[in-house]
């Protein structure tokens, strides 16, 4: 594992980088690079039409209904087959905003593993939705940030170290470049959890001494489905994306990314070390060919000396629980109980809200790339810790060459499916795979 501080970052300048971000969301001003002032309006593509991905494309246009901007949804881009069936869905959808602001022409309609980059070359699209499977994440960010255009990305943003870096480089460019980039973690725009934390910051409960994080849910893939026959590797594991790891990045960081997301919100930091456990219990082998396992439980340790015991499963039929809590020296919260006036918008259109408000220049700007990046991180840190059995510190893992990804991401690859990791570092795990 190469540690070599040159080839990654540093937590020390990691957080400085993430602390400026921050300070610069309370700035209001013009709008920024990208917008098409003269116009005014937004042109909406979106990348991966999954079931996420079009509900995001309906959320962007209703917040821009609420913002008084117009827009129009103009592309769509799948890698697989599902691009022409989203815009027939958004052209005949039964919600007029949609169905009136949906404007996509044949020819701005995209297949394939470089339907993104062709989605992002349209010069007047300036608002991206990014919402394929969290392994393409980091190389259509960079794209996306390379065209300068607005972004909505959706979480996880990466899947191992490697993928990370990539991103966080991006991230640093669209801070530099003052694009506004919003992501899914959509409890960062709910109205319950910003006051709440809010007033967590301000000493509501004084000093933090501990926190808990769980997402305890079902499966989201009951049983694993046959292979079609004469279906190359390729199409097969994107399809089945969440049982294979280079794809989906596990369940601990593929939807507990969320509850990590709120403790480091609290702690205005990432954990600086993970020690985890964790395996395969509630699935067959004979029913779950994939590679990822059902369930994670991380003690995670941040640097003032706090931890945060993190639990994560998907096993059917067993009690839920999808929750944050911290304890101070004064109190407790679940970090959302401090509200007032009860809920606000949809977070899921509140967000989308905040990031237009931010391209136009209306309110405060918004550039969430890093702070994302630091949670998929502390899932991706808790998740390693768990698979190779030992405790990891943070700047060590994210310097280090470990990488999922396929070299050939091609139709016609072979792509043979790694071991279910199994603790003790087994050697595949440090076989470095070439980013592309």
């Not at 919600?95 to 989605?119: C, H, W």
Request: aromatic share 8%; hydrophobic share 40%; with cysteine.
């Amino acid at each position: 594992m190469d540690t070599k501080r040159t080839k990654g970052v540093s937590r020390r300048d990691f957080l400085k980088t993430a602390a400026a971000a921050t300070a610069s969301a309370t700035l209001v001003g013009a709008p920024r690079p990208g917008y098409v002032a003269e116009s005014g309006s937004l042109k909406i593509g979106l990348i991966g039409c999954g079931g996420r991905g079009t509900q995001a494309g309906e959320q962007a246009l209703r917040a821009a209904e609420i913002c008084g901007v117009p827009a129009q949804l103009v592309a769509v881009a799948d890698v697989l087959d599902r691009a022409q069936g989203a815009a027939k869905r958004y052209a005949g959808s039964s919600n007029k905003t949609v169905r009136e602001n949906t404007k996509i022409s044949p020819d701005m309609i995209f297949d394939g593993l470089d339907a993104y980059k062709k989605l992002i070359a349209i010069g007047d699209i300036n608002y991206i939705i990014l919402a394929t499977h969290p392994g393409f994440r980091p190389m259509h960010f960079a794209a996306a940030v390379e065209a300068k255009k607005q972004i909505f990305t959706e979480k996880p943003v990466g899947v191992d170290p490697v993928g990370i870096r990539q991103f966080m480089a991006a991230a640093r460019k669209s801070e530099e470049l003052k694009l506004s980039v919003v992501a899914g973690t959509q409890r960062r725009h709910q109205k319950e959890y910003v006051e709440t934390i809010k007033k967590l910051h301000e000493g509501a409960i004084g000093e933090i001494l501990a926190a808990r994080a769980y997402w305890q849910g079902s499966p989201v893939i009951n049983q694993q489905k046959p292979r079609p026959d004469g279906m190359g590797d390729l199409e097969w594991q994107i399809r089945d994306w969440y049982s294979h790891l280079w794809i989906c990045g596990d369940n601990i960081v593929e939807q507990h990314v969320h509850n990590l997301d709120i403790i480091n919100w609290v702690m205005k930091a990432h954990p600086v070390s993970a020690a985890g456990n964790g395996g395969r219990a509630w699935k067959r082998a004979a029913d779950f060919l994939g590679n990822i396992w059902d369930n994670f439980s991380v003690d995670y340790e941040y640097e003032n000396g706090v931890h945060m015991l993190s639990m994560s499963r998907h096993w059917a039929d067993c009690p839920g629980n999808i929750s944050e809590a911290v304890v101070g020296t004064k109190g407790k919260s679940n970090c959302h109980d401090m509200g007032s006036g009860g809920p606000g918008e949809n977070p899921y259109v509140q967000e989308h809200v905040d990031l237009i408000n931010s391209i136009i220049g209306k309110g405060p700007y918004q550039n969430e790339a890093m702070q994302v990046a630091e949670t998929t991180f502390t899932g991706i840190l808790g998740r390693e810790s768990a698979y190779q059995g030992k405790s990891l510190k943070w700047d060590e893992l994210l310097n280090s060459d470990l990488s999922y990804l396929p070299k050939d991401l091609s139709f016609e690859a072979k792509i043979a499916l790694t071991p279910i990791p199994h603790p003790g570092a087994p050697k595949w795990f440090k076989v470095p795979v070439e980013c592309l």
